[in-house]
């Protein structure tokens, strides 16, 4: 099993950043890839961005050039950038991580509001 606590949330201006982590814990050997999404009201959950241990970084194209992710494989743990936040980033912000290629883990979330 593998449990995925997420933090760095908050409330911040237009313009503002904010840093969000996600740890893992567990039996944390199996896990390959990581990553970020979201989910605003009334939408369905969107990739953010994704950290394979190897290969390239993904970004979603709303957020390209404005967030960075990046992977602390020691402390297992994975990191989200976040700059030039504007209003529509607003949404709660979930961690996963796939085990073996094939599990799925999910965090609780944490939420993200960016006021104009």
Avoid: H
Avoid at 17 to 38: D, E, H, P
Avoid at 56 to 63: E, G, I, P
């Amino acid at each position: 099993q593998v449990q995925l606590v997420e933090s760095g949330g908050g409330l911040v201006q237009a313009g503002g950043s904010l840093r969000l982590s996600c740890a893992a814990s567990g039996i944390v050997i199996g896990i390959n890839t990581m990553g970020w999404y979201r989910q605003a009201p009334g939408k369905q959950r969107e990739l953010v961005a994704t950290i394979p241990k190897v290969e390239n970084t993904n970004y979603a194209d709303s957020v390209k050039g404005r967030f960075t992710i990046s992977r602390d494989g020691a402390k297992n743990t994975v990191y989200l950038q976040m700059n030039g936040l504007k209003p529509e980033d607003t949404a709660v912000y979930y961690c996963r991580a796939t085990e073996f290629g094939v599990r799925v883990y999910w965090g609780q979330g944490t939420q993200v509001t960016v006021s104009s």
